[in-house]
């Protein structure tokens, strides 16, 4: 776009220079002519920056230094072909008087000066058949008004179908594979289990290094077992992109599908996403949150929504934060008879803890170094309950008596960890996305648990990455109205009208048709980086309608008609149109292609703008035209009108 300013102005100094204006009042007519529209077409594109630039949150991460840049850089080429351009154009924009048409140094190499020819003959029957449409246009208005209008309602139509997602899904090149046993597994029985997910994977060419973790250290009260021996973990690099044909995501559904054949382990496989992961997003493509108070009626909730969730078509490796309880011992104290001999509770806990998992009595200094001395039951007088029941307890009054005595002692099945949020426990149901849009995948899961009745002081709500797209959304899409506003606020005042920007700004709905089809047929939904562009492209598309309405309106000075100052403008103007969209769109196709880390987040944003600019411009060459002619003839009805009212009013006074 840096360079669609100094295309507007040189084209329009090298046109005057064809009518056979002088170097020097060619590129002080041409630069005056137009300098208008270029500021006003620059001024608007800067103007959607602006919200941007003032969204929170992960927008702002990813999004503000663009912002920043295209804003500044935009503002240095309007400096650069207001001033500088015409400068030199004055200086070396010499005619081959030979033919009018071409630089001299131009003619001395045939091959170009013959493509040159043959290039400006398929323009001049460019411009001719333009004409043509825009005559046939001006004549069937209703027409073409109707045509355009079923098109915008059938891409409206066709929104469902895009879909939509927080942000495209990124190939880090890594893979993470989660193996679980039954509790009580040891750590050899894990291990082999790992051994064989590990060949499994090791056998796929893509993949470059696998680390494999298999157990936990143990903490706590678990009579000597250790904590974790049942759980492993693979985490697996992948090949560079450029070296591999699958995908990070196909690969992932590849080791799910011959890891299902594994019986006695939970296995699950997940790709991680760079982009969420460095920005502290949420890695859940599908999250939901039960609230309440009862563990037990979460766990049976949290079974039910699982089982909804794994039934939409799109959903992988559901789980609930739930995890496979394990055994505690409880010890449920008698008060009246700890009390009756001077026991509380914190005492018999304090002891029954030192005998099991010990407490430092002292501690050892040997060269400088301190050792800790733990003082605790020996191993086999602390293997089973009944050593634990035998436990003898000192009270205060000097009096051992067994723990049994004072307490009962059941083992019972107890949650690994209870989570709370604003003092309310919750639990959590997650999935990951495969194949479909996210925002698709949740909305059949809504519709889903529609008529799921949920206890009195329980709720369920969305968190994840759908909670943080839709807030995304809401904020982008009061940004998108911000930046509407100020593009109309900028060219009412560069026009000094309030009607003209109206006819201007009918480019927008226009973009959206080319917008729409283009997700479509690319199979992007609409994410964040479509979403910028989009408010991108309310800067960019009006700039083609600002630079022919302002020519129009230009011509319209001079004392032609309406009708004859659109014919001239429209092929007059087709030509800068034409080349300012084509390196827009051209400069683009790299970002579409995709080549190169992080390319996905990238690719959303230019299809948007290739497809809404491109839609834009055929459409804008004969919309905006037509209802540039509708306002005036409605505002010249408006004055006719008035004028016989006061006629009237007049005559009826004189009566």
Known sequence: MLVDNSIVVLENIYRHRELGASQLVAAEAGADEVGPAITASTLTTVAVFVPVVFVEGLISVVFRELALTVTFSLLASLLVAI????????????????????????????????????????????????RRLLSWSLDHRRLVFLVVAVAFIISMALLPVVGTEFFPQTDAGRLFVSIELPLGATLEETGRIASRVEEIVTQLPEVETVYTSVGAEGYGMNFGSSDGTEQASLSITLKDSSERQRSDQELAEIIRAQVASIAGAEIQVSAVDALMSSMGGSSQGISLEI???????????????????????????????????????????????????????????????????????????????????????????????????????????????????IAELTVVAGPRSIERDNQVRVVSVSAEVL????????????????????????????????????????????ALALAVLLVYMVMAAQFESFLHPFTIMFSMPLAAIGVILALLFSRTPISVPAFIGFIVLAGVVVNNAIV???????????????????????????RPILMTTLTTVLGLIPMVLGTG??????????????????????????????????????????????????????????V
Not at 350 to 366: D, L
Not at 466 to 475: C, I, L, V
Not at 548 to 574: C, F, H, K, M
């Open 83 to 130: 001033t500088l351009v015409p400068m030199l154009a004055s200086r070396l924009l010499k005619m081959d008087e030979s033919n009018g048409a071409l630089q001299a140094e131009d003619r001395k190499r045939r091959p170009l000066a013959r493509l040159a020819d043959r290039v400006g003959q398929e323009l001049e029957k460019l411009h001719q058949g333009y």
């Open 291 to 405: 609230r309440g108070d009862d563990l037990d009626v979460l766990r049976s909730l949290a079974d039910e929504v699982a089982g909804v969730v794994a039934n939409v078509p799109g959903t992988r490796e559901v789980t609930t934060s739930f995890s496979e309880a394990r055994p505690e011992v409880q010890i449920k104290l008698n008060r009246a008879k700890a009390s009756s001999l001077g026991l509380s509770a914190a005492q018999v806990a304090q002891t029954a803890s030192a005998a099991v998992s010990g407490t430092t009595a002292t501690r050892y200094r040997v060269g400088g170094d301190e050792i800790d001395v733990v003082v605790q039951l020996a191993e086999g007088q602390r293997e089973n309950l009944d050593d634990l029941k035998g436990l003898l307890i000192t009270s205060p009054l000097g009096v051992h008596v067994p723990l049994r005595d």
């Open 435 to 478: 194949g479909r849009p996210l925002g698709s995948v949740s909305a059949d899961i809504a519709k889903s648990l529609e008529g799921m009745n949920l206890p009195e002081g329980y709720t369920l709500d969305f968190t994840g990455q759908y909670e943080e797209m839709t807030d995304a959304f809401s904020g982008l899409g009061l």
């Open 548 to 574: 022919l309405v302002d020519y129009i309106n230009t011509l319209r000075a001079r004392g032609l008609s309406v009708r004859e100052a659109v014919l001239t403008a429209g092929p007059v103007r087709l």
């Open 597 to 654: 880390e992080g390319s996905e987040v990238q690719a959303p944003l230019a299809i948007t703008l290739i497809g809404g600019l491109s839609m834009s411009t055929i459409l804008t060459l004969v919309v905006v035209p037509l209802v540039y002619t509708w306002f005036e003839d409605v505002g010249t009805g408006l004055t006719r009108r008035m004028r016989r009212v006061v006629i009237g009013s007049e005559e009826a006074k004189g």
